[in-house]
């Protein structure tokens, strides 16, 4: 089916990406379905993984919990998310998703604008304060 009229989007024709931080499950982009506006991605990311400290410059996003827990951070403020819960995360705003438990997270990311411009993330995982924010008592994560 042509992008232009797709309205549903089936497990067959969502598009897989393994990324460094999750499995991504692309279900809303533009080359699935035709939009300017959004984005969603389920992500799956294994114990001790994290996508940590960065930020979209020019998105804004929602993540919300499907299964598992999530360390997330926002800024220098960080709680623990489980299944239903979600967080906000403004344009610029320096945020870090965390997974230091023993099960699968499972959460959708969805960022807007779709169409936004470069670049889409920046990380500052290696730059202080944020490589060393969550101390030793958190653990590290690959």
């Not at 993984?49 to 998105?59: A, E, I, S, V, Y």
């Not at 709680?79 to 965390?98: Q, S």
Request: proline residues 6%; charged residues 25%.
């Amino acid at each position: 089916m042509s992008i232009d009229l797709r309205r549903f989007v089936t497990a067959a024709e969502k598009v897989d990406f393994q990324s460094a931080w999750t499995l991504e499950e692309w279900l809303c982009r533009g080359d699935i379905v035709k939009n300017e506006e959004l984005l969603m991605v389920r992500a799956n990311m294994e114990p001790r993984r994290c996508h940590p400290f960065h930020n979209h410059p020019t998105r804004e996003e929602l993540i919300y919990i499907i299964s598992g827990r999530a360390e997330q951070w926002v800024g220098k403020e960080h709680r623990v998310l489980g299944p239903g819960e979600m967080v906000f995360i403004p344009k610029g705003e320096i945020h870090g998703t965390y997974n230091p438990y023993n099960e699968r997270l499972v959460f959708l990311a969805i960022l807007s604008p779709a169409k936004a411009a470069d670049p889409g993330v920046l990380d500052y995982s290696t730059e202080e304060p944020w490589a060393s924010l969550r101390g030793a008592e958190f653990g590290h994560c690959t």
